[in-house]
Nanobody, 123 residues
Framework: VQLQASGGGLVQAGGSLRLSCAAP????????MGWFRQAPGKEREFVAS????????YYADSVKDRFTISRDNTKTTVYLEMNSLKPDDTAVYYC?????????????????WGQGTLVTVSS
């Protein structure tokens, strides 16, 4: 089973992108999902997390009020809507699954990862 992230690309600063993560998991609606990112030369960092119902979300301070995580359990897909993009948002973005039911920011509690999609924001 793999998670498939898509939607990355090149965008100018101030622009928007929507990432998708297809998660063909039979019990997708039972898992908290998260987005992480890794910029060149930097460690992977938390971006956003959403609980199974979609009723609770949590964001890194650096993306709060600009990014929105959402999910469609009928399509077993999680999304990351990114607005007002900055060059510092340039990174490979990964989606991940955790068996925990609450939002989670620590990468260590996620046990299934996608392959990543590259987002490049030009100044």
């Amino acid at each position: 089973v793999q998670l498939q992230a898509s939607g990355g690309g090149l965008v100018q600063a101030g622009g928007s992108l929507r990432l998708s993560c297809a998660a063909p998991l039979r019990t997708f609606s039972s898992y908290t999902m998260g987005w992480f990112r890794q910029a060149p030369g930097k460690e992977r960092e938390f971006v956003a997390s959403i609980v199974p119902s979609g009723g609770s979300t949590y964001y890194a301070d650096s993306v709060k009020d600009r990014f929105t995580i959402s999910r469609d359990n009928t399509k077993t897909t999680v999304y990351l809507e990114m607005n007002s993009l900055k060059p510092d948002d340039t990174a490979v973005y990964y989606c991940a699954r955790t068996r925990r039911r609450a939002v989670a920011a620590h990468a260590g509690v996620y046990d299934l990862w996608g392959q990543g999609t590259l987002v490049t924001v030009s100044s």
